[in-house]
C-alpha cells in the first residue's frame, strides 16, 4: 500500500467499512455522510431498523492503520454488534492500537 496518495489512502480504508457491514448487515443499504473535518458516518438501512457508525476521518487518513488493519479492528472488536446495541444512536468506534493490548504494551 506505499505509495498510495492521501485520497486512495482514505477510499481503500472506507471500502474495508463498507465490505465489513455489508457481510454484517446482509440486505441493508449502506450510506455515507462525510463531515471531512471531524467524522465519517455511515448508516446502514433496511427500511425497517437503521444502524449509525462514526468513525473519525485521523482514522481514515492515518498510515499506521492499514486496511488489514481497520478491518481486523472491526472483526476483533465486534463493532456491528456494538452498532446494534447502539441502534440509531450510532456506534462511535476508535480502533485500539494493536501496541497497547500486547504483553508489555504501554
Request: charged share 25%; hydrophobic share 35%; no cysteine.
Amino acid at each position: 500500500m506505499t505509495g498510495m496518495n492521501d485520497e486512495a489512502w482514505i477510499k481503500a480504508n472506507i471500502e474495508v467499512v463498507d465490505n465489513y457491514l455489508k457481510g454484517e448487515f446482509v440486505n441493508f443499504a449502506i450510506a455515507h455522510q462525510a463531515d471531512n473535518t471531524r467524522t465519517h458516518t455511515v448508516t446502514v438501512d433496511n427500511g425497517k431498523k437503521r444502524f449509525r457508525l462514526l468513525v473519525g476521518w485521523p482514522i481514515f487518513v492515518e498510515r499506521q492503520l492499514t486496511p488489514a488493519r481497520i478491518a481486523r479492528g472491526l472483526r476483533n472488536e465486534h463493532v456491528a454488534e456494538k452498532m446494534r446495541l447502539h441502534g440509531e444512536d450510532g456506534y462511535h468506534w476508535t480502533p485500539l492500537h494493536e501496541d497497547t493490548t500486547q504483553p508489555g504494551g504501554l
